[in-house]
């Protein structure tokens, strides 16, 4: 309605939306004002992020931090929540989406345990915390979180320096079959260590022309000529004026 989609903007979504959920009336506005149609005109050209890879099935057997296996994980979630599984194709994303969280929940208990015998050395603890010092606080429990390694449900948990978590980010992107017209997702590129790597070449996400990793400007002769003679003037204007002062 207000024209915010393709080309002009462009919509990022997560994967751990179900397969078409803009057809299920739960997933549009609950007046009915947006229909699934006027959501498929967003959604098409948009990006889905991923993490990749998922959970390593030769990881699942291995008992992590919490004392537990991955498949002990599965139990104790389908357990405390059924309504979430019961009778859905779509269980396996929801219970590995959690186990990112589960694993971000040790790294903070981790983070919080090693400031704590840090601040011990000074004299101090967490329950120190006041707004006065709390700027230092922070600043240790941040600098102990990048210093957190361990092995998680989601395989061995450490961190770059600029705070991620090393591994790679699964670009997807919603396109239209040729044919009956349908949305799916396909391969677009992924994100390794900060870098965007395109992998589909025909993803027209930029208005149907190929991502470049540079553009090359070109500047005509005598324009190049008249601000390179420009450039020199401003520079003998500038030694003039600082002889000047000296």
């Known amino acids: 309605k207000h024209g915010m989609r393709h080309p002009e903007y462009a919509w990022m979504f997560f994967n751990w939306y179900t397969e078409e959920w803009w057809t299920?009336?739960?997933?549009?506005?609950?007046d009915g004002s947006v229909a699934p149609s006027q959501l498929e005109e967003i959604i098409v050209t948009s990006l889905v992020f991923d993490h990749y890879p998922r959970i390593k099935e030769s990881d699942k057997n291995k008992t992590n931090l919490g004392n537990i296996t991955w498949y002990d994980y599965v139990s104790h979630h389908n357990a405390r929540w059924p309504s979430?599984?019961?009778?859905?194709?779509?269980?396996?994303?929801?219970?590995e989406d959690s186990a990112y969280m589960y694993d971000a929940l040790w790294t903070v208990a981790l983070a919080l345990n090693r400031t704590e015998q840090l601040l011990k050395k000074e004299n101090m603890s967490l329950t120190d915390?006041?707004?006065?010092n709390g700027q230092n606080i922070s600043?240790?429990?941040?600098?102990?979180?990048?210093?957190?390694t361990f092995f998680g449900l989601t395989g061995n948990?450490?961190?770059?320096?600029?705070?991620?978590?090393?591994g790679k980010v699964r670009l997807l992107q919603y396109r239209r079959k040729e044919g009956d017209g349908?949305?799916?997702?396909?391969?677009?590129?992924r994100i390794v260590d900060g870098i965007l790597q395109i992998d589909n070449t025909d993803a027209n996400i930029f208005n149907g022309e190929t991502a470049q990793d540079?553009?090359?400007i070109h500047?005509?002769?005598?324009?190049?000529?008249?601000?390179?003679?420009?450039?020199?003037?401003?520079?003998?204007?500038?030694?003039?004026?600082?002889?000047f002062n000296l």
Request: aromatic fraction near 12%; glycine fraction near 6%; proline fraction near 5%.
């Open 182 to 189: 349908k949305l799916c997702k396909e391969p677009f590129g």
């Open 84 to 95: 979430v599984v019961k009778g859905s194709d779509n269980a396996q994303p929801h219970v």
């Open 139 to 148: 600043r240790k429990i941040y600098n102990e979180a990048l210093k957190v």
């Open 129 to 132: 915390f006041t707004y006065e």
């Open 24 to 30: 299920d009336n739960s997933s549009c506005i609950a």
């Open 157 to 166: 948990v450490s961190f770059h320096e600029n705070g991620d978590r090393p």
């Open 214 to 216: 540079e553009e090359h």
């Open 219 to 243: 500047i005509v002769l005598p324009l190049f000529v008249m601000y390179t003679i420009l450039s020199f003037v401003g520079i003998a204007y500038a030694i003039i004026c600082l002889v």
